[in-house]
């Protein structure tokens, strides 16, 4: 039988730990009202829509990170298929002290690895063959370090349930327009043309409200990840040449590519951008470049390093 856990050694984050929270409470909140409003505008859709609801947040919480994963190309491999691979994630399980997540490599040239699941028994971690072709040992183990990090605090899920609350308000708004207007398109009077204008109203209000909760929550879950990989490790230089190759060789993917993938980059170690105005800065999933080298930076002269 399988010992009962308490925690991994990765550094508790209380300040991650509060967000997280709060982002899911505001995002519960958001969805309920969401759902009411529609019940509201759409009363005689309301079967359909309590269906919807109810069945994309089970498909949220139960699939949505096996539909990333498939999404973003991930291939479980074999320790015989990736010894590498699979021995750096044994040795960050060991020093982290928790079960070892399934392992995945995606073909792509993007240097990259994520993280998914609902928890460490449900977890995955994958790394892509242009990563793996890039980086030293200790570097690909500071990545790791980093991905398993968000697995142990659990942020994955957050991620996951959050990011998919903008594509759930599009789909649940088509599916009450498609059950309900046909009795609302009989009513003489104003109603429908009101209905027909606040529907995507509330859509793009839902749409903006949780695209900026879930920027600010990754935001500050990056560099967490970072802090504790770091302190996992002992190697926050590892980390920091890692991450200055990921974002210099991003810059040489064919932007179709990156354009591809930047769906995905709240899952993403570095993100996959096509540009670095500062507008796709301030709405980013991550922090800049300069941001988390400053603070590997601190942490190593607080540990000694030189």
Known sequence: MPRTRTRSRYAKDQ?????????MFLIGLLYVVFVGVLLTLLRGAWPIILIVAGGLFVVQFWFSDRIAAYSMGAREVTPEQAPALHGAVDRICALADMPKPRVAIAHSDIPNAFATGRNERTALVCATTGLLRRL???ELEGVL???LSHVAHRDVAVMTIASFLGVLAGMMTRVALWGGFGRIGNSRDQNTAIVALLIPLVSAVVYVISFLLTRLLSRYRELSADRAAALLTGRPSA???ALTKVSGDMARIPTRDLRQAEPFNAFYFAPAFSSRESLGRLLSSHPTLEQRLDQLGRISARLGHS
């Open 15 to 23: 300040g991650l730990t509060t967000r997280m929270v709060t982002t």
């Open 136 to 138: 030293e040992p200790e």
């Open 145 to 147: 370090a980093h991905e």
């Open 239 to 241: 980390l920091g040449s």
